[in-house]
């Protein structure tokens, strides 16, 4: 592994890559959900069992594909063929699942659905192991690791934080109208100028990320390198944390568009609440994490994220039985849980990181990818339980999609969705978090 210092150039080529990659995530992770049911008009529960199985499919695809670029060979190194063409067909599959054929229906238009977003989890991973995997591969830990990370976390935070911001008001622009098909249109065009934007990203990392900085392949067979992975308990243990944090931000992510369009009855408010919260994050990301960690360990900050989130959501829970649901009311539980998420960004990639060096201290070996995939599989896994309990209790919150104004048993079983959940899965991930000391512990 090279060791030598991370120049600024490689640092902003590196990072343009996780903009570009994450403003794709990001669009899809935050509206597929809407857009499958709300523009073409499928069920809410069939939605949300698709996006649960696909990515519970495609995240054990994860360590395989950590496995496979642990052990490709090329003159171009480890991980810049699979980021390049990674980003290419997932670019490909995103703009064809956001530009549906008018022509299908019924079960064609299900089919297709199914088939495209199968596609886009798969050809994501193809990108996205080998470009998380560089950190380690690249860094000790320290404030080398540290620094890198949160400049590319902070990059992809804001690409993924783009697309929810803005798509709301750029539909109508795009589509011409505020009609369903005005916004099918805009999406169309929206996901074209994204994929565009993924593959000129991801070409400028690739061109400019060193040969020298890869390793060099492993030679171990598949189940040796499966076996690394299963014995480092820590990367184990704060799998189980990634995947409870995660599913309690995603929970938010998906169901907050329907908390505007139909509890608060304005979805143009959707988007001056994600640019304070997408404030919130990048400040908390470059302003607040640096500072802090001059005098916690991240073991604390982390800690004391958790504990903001959880407040955040108790602020939700508290909306619960109020009689009517405002923007000014959202503000602050909302930038508590953005000021956790921007902490979770940085930290849950250090602590991967910090778990390849941890696993190579144990077993000899040094497993980047591998270890390295882990937290996409959990995060992946996280997706796949909030979407499924969003659109399954859309269906069972009675919220109609069709109705003018909502009932009142609908947007109190809507804020109960939006809250609870939520709530416990972020307690769980910070009580594991108390008990697993070795997680984040300083060495």
């Not at 069939?46 to 496995?67: Q, T």
């Amino acid at each position: 592994m090279n060791t030598n210092t991370i120049t600024t150039k490689t640092k902003l080529s590196y990072a343009a890559g996780g903009l570009g990659k994450n403003l794709a995530y990001g669009f899809v992770a935050s509206y597929t959900l809407y857009y499958y049911n709300t523009i073409l008009g499928i069920s809410a529960s069939f939605v949300g069992v698709l996006l649960m199985v696909a990515r519970i499919f495609d995240a054990f695809n994860d360590p395989l594909m950590g496995v496979v670029v642990a052990k490709t060979k090329s003159r171009h190194g480890r991980y810049k063929p699979w980021i390049l063409s990674g980003a290419i067909l997932n670019a490909l599959v995103l703009y064809a699942m956001f530009d549906v054929p008018d022509v299908l229906t019924g079960g064609g238009l299900k089919a297709y659905v199914v088939v495209t977003y199968f596609l886009c989890g798969i050809t994501y991973t193809l990108s996205d192991i080998p470009y998380w995997s560089v950190i380690p591969a690249i860094t000790r830990a320290g404030t080398e690791r540290e620094s890198l990370t949160v400049f590319a976390r902070t990059c992809s935070g804001f690409g993924a934080a783009l697309p929810t911001v803005l798509t709301m008001s750029l539909l109508p622009l795009l589509g011409g109208g505020t009609d369903t098909g005005h916004y099918r249109k805009g999406f169309g065009i929206l996901a074209l100028v994204v994929a565009i934007f993924y593959v000129v990203t991801s070409i400028i990392t690739v061109r400019n990320l060193p040969n020298d900085e890869l390793c060099e392949p492993r030679d171990s067979s598949v189940k040796e390198l499966l076996n690394a992975l299963l014995k480092n308990d820590q990367a184990l243990n704060l799998a189980a944390i990634i995947i409870l944090f995660n599913s309690a931000i995603y929970m938010t992510t998906n169901l907050l568009l329907y908390v505007f369009q139909y509890d608060v009855g304005d979805e143009s408010l959707y988007t001056c609440f994600m640019v304070v919260s997408g404030l919130v994050q990048f400040a908390t990301m470059t302003i607040f994490y640096p500072f802090f960690r001059k005098k916690f360990s991240n073991r604390r900050i982390f800690q004391a994220a958790c504990l903001v989130g959880i407040l955040g959501y108790l602020g939700m829970t508290a909306l619960i039985f109020g009689k009517t649901m405002t923007l000014a009311k959202l503000l602050l539980p909302g930038a508590l849980i953005s000021f956790a998420n921007g902490i979770g960004y940085v930290l849950t990639t250090v602590f991967v990181a910090d778990a390849v060096d941890y696993g190579e201290a144990q077993t000899g070996q040094r497993e980047d990818s591998v270890v390295s995939s882990l937290q996409t599989l959990m995060v992946k896994l996280a997706t796949s339980v909030a979407s499924f309990v969003a659109g399954i209790g859309i269906d069972l919150a009675g919220i109609d999609t069709d109705a003018a104004v909502q009932t009142a048993a609908a947007k109190t079983s809507l804020r109960t969705l939006f809250a609870i959940p939520s709530l416990l899965l972020m307690t769980a991930a910070l009580l594991i978090l108390l008990h697993k000391k070795e997680i984040g512990a300083e060495r």
